[in-house]
């Protein structure tokens, strides 16, 4: 679990927070996936919302409390922890709440750790093809000087130790300003990874109803949210039809239809410029097929 060290904090005032804080933005996945678990324990929280597209978590004061300047961040009592897998582990062990949502059977814990990381490892797959399809590339895009702010703001350490992850979260966005956008390449790699991922998952839903065998689990919240989104982007999920009825079931859970409703101004900007895209023959699946997938 990644809980920041004294010396990572910038911005001191979290240090007094008392309660449970969420630092999050309305449209992050990531932001999503937290508010879906904490809703699901049933445990109140103070929201502080971040409007990461005006790039308001490159600021001095939010890279003073996460020196990644990515979003959800929680405190607790004072408290940082960052990284909304470990965020929403921290959760469940700290909060009795409605309902477990990491198994205590050792085994199949150690299974779940792995496939949480999984799903966390794919994140810049999951960004690429957002920041492909969601909207046109100008809105979507951080401009330079913004990353300029953004490398040079922060403590750069994490848990007391130099961190990395800055720096490949800024070869991102440079790459993006020098390439004009994601390139269809950067399409074809996430996409040939979700097809894997998703293999798999299909294959659990196969043997069982949930992806863990023993019941609804944090696992459903966190891979539900990436197949929910890279499906809004266009991916074809009717390949995988087990998945896709796991994906539906799950949609008309509340808290999960709720936490990742946009409001509808944003919905039709993103379908103005998905049909943009597919009427000029460069939508996801027009991608993939110019490729063979
Ligand atoms: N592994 C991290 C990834 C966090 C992350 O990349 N968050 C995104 C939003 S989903 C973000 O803050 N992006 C910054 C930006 O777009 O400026 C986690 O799970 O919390």
């Known amino acids: 679990m990644v809980k920041l060290a004294r010396e990572d904090i910038r911005t001191t005032e979290v240090l007094d927070w008392k309660g449970l804080h969420l630092i999050h933005f309305m449209g992050s996945s990531c932001s999503q996936k937290t508010r879906i678990a904490l809703a699901e324990k049933g445990v109140e929280w103070e929201s502080h919302h971040c409007d990461i597209g005006a790039n308001e978590n490159f600021t001095p004061w939010f890279m003073g409390i996460n020196p990644r300047g990515l979003v959800p961040i929680l405190v607790h009592d004072g408290d940082v922890h960052i990284e909304s897998n470990d965020i929403i582990e921290y959760v469940d062990e700290t909060f009795d709440g409605d309902t477990k949502l990491f198994p205590s059977d050792p085994d199949e814990r150690a299974e779940m750790d792995r496939l949480m990381k999984y799903e966390d490892d794919l994140h810049l797959c999951v960004r690429a093809l957002t920041f492909r399809y969601f909207m046109p590339v100008e809105k979507m895009r951080k401009p330079d000087e913004a990353v300029d702010i953004y490398e040079k703001e922060g403590a750069d350490t994490v848990g007391g130790q130099e961190d990395g992850r800055k720096a490949i979260e800024v070869k991102f966005w440079r790459d993006m300003n020098a390439n004009g956008g994601i390139t269809d390449e950067q399409v074809i790699e996430a996409t040939d990874e979700f097809t894997k991922a998703f293999a798999m998952l299909e294959e659990r839903l196969e043997k069982h109803e949930w992806l863990m065998p023993s019941g609804f689990s944090a696992l459903d919240i966190a891979w539900w949210i990436t197949v ?14 087990k998945l896709k009825a ?48």
């Open 228 to 241: 929910f989104r890279i499906t809004r982007m266009g991916f074809p999920l009717d390949r995988f039809p």
């Open 246 to 293: 796991w994906h539906d079931r799950l949609l008309a859970r509340e808290h999960f239809a709720r936490e990742t409703a946009l409001p509808p101004p944003v919905v039709e900007i993103s379908k103005a410029h998905q049909a943009a895209c597919a009427a000029a023959g460069q939508s996801m699946t027009d991608v993939m097929a110019a490729h063979g997938r």
